[in-house]
Structure formats: C-alpha cells, structure tokens
Nanobody, 124 residues
Framework: VQLVESGGGLGQPGGSLRLSCAAS????????IYWFRQAPGKEREGVSC????????NYASSVKGRFTISRDNAKNTVYLQMNSLKPEDTAVYYC??????????????????WGQGTQVTVSS
C-alpha cells in the first residue's frame, strides 16, 4: 500500500489550495481515507475523513465549512479542497488509509498506512 500526497505549497490568507492523495496497493472504495495535519510544535490533528464509498464525510470543527473532502475511486485518489485559508492552517498534511470502510475516529489505531506528507504554508 502506498499513499502519495501532492498539491501543497504556499497559499494566501483567504485563498485556496487543493491537496491530492494518490493511493495504490488496495481496492478503492473498501477503505476510509483520512487527512491529518501537524503544525510545528503541535500534536497531529485529524482534519477530515471520507468513508470507502464517499457517501459519508466528517470534518474537524476548525475546518468545517472551509474544507471539502472527496474521492474518485476510479482514479484511487482522494482530494482535500481547502478554501478560505488561514495562517493557522499552516502544517504538514498527511493522508492515511483507514483500517476499514468507515471513519472510526482520528486516533492512530484507526490508521493502517500513512503518506509521507505535503507542506502547506498560508502566509501573505
């Protein structure tokens, strides 16, 4: 199983970025995919999750209404559309494969495989 994030970079406050997570090595649609982030000096934070079919999603309160998670199982890719960016969104963003179909919470026990991360910096 491999997860490769892309799309990070420098974004402006109020602007947008879209992250992609390209997955391989497992059947698309069978597993939930998560996005986490970790800012310097802070603990890793769960951001969003999408269940295997894409029918159910959830978001951390800090990003709800600004970020949208989606998946294209035909391409085995999950996206995180980030709008209305804030400086506090600056972090390394990681996608992760869940252990099963459902989103089961943002603890390490729910995760089977992690991506390598992509840096997002929000600054003017």
């Amino acid at each position: 199983v491999q997860l490769v994030e892309s799309g990070g970079g420098l974004g402006q406050p109020g602007g947008s970025l879209r992250l992609s997570c390209a997955a391989s090595g497992f059947t698309p649609g069978y597993y939930a995919i998560y996005w986490f982030r970790q800012a310097p000096g802070k603990e890793r934070e769960g951001v969003s999750c999408i269940q295997g079919s894409g029918g159910t999603t959830n978001y951390a309160s800090s990003v709800k209404g600004r970020f949208t998670i989606s998946r294209d199982n035909a391409k085995n890719t999950v996206y995180l559309q980030m709008n209305s960016l804030k400086p506090e969104d600056t972090a390394v963003y990681y996608c992760a494969q869940g252990r099963n179909y459902h989103c089961n919470g943002y603890d390490a026990g729910s995760i089977d495989t992690w991506g390598q991360g992509t840096q997002v910096t929000v600054s003017s």
